[in-house]
């Protein structure tokens, strides 16, 4: 049975709008050309934009943040 609560969400580069990487669940994967990325669990990924004319650093939380009770 497929897991509908882990819904594949695009990250992009908010000034240029640069597709950097895909999220499904707590899963992060980055792929360019012949490389492939993934990060999973607690952490962080930081990410060059590889438009020339953007070229700006951006940092993606490998986990998503859930709501609830703390503790």
Do not use: W
């Not at 609560?5 to 792929?31: F, K, Y």
């Not at 492939?36 to 060059?48: I, R, W």
């Amino acid at each position: 049975m497929k897991n509908t609560s882990a819904r594949a969400q695009d990250i992009r580069r908010p000034a240029c709008n640069a597709l950097l990487a895909r999220r499904e669940g707590d899963v992060v994967a980055i792929r360019r050309n012949d490389l492939q990325v993934s990060f999973a669990g607690d952490g962080h990924a930081s990410v060059l934009c590889y438009r020339p004319s953007c070229r700006k650093l951006t940092v993606i939380a490998t986990k998503e943040k859930t709501t609830g009770p703390a503790g």
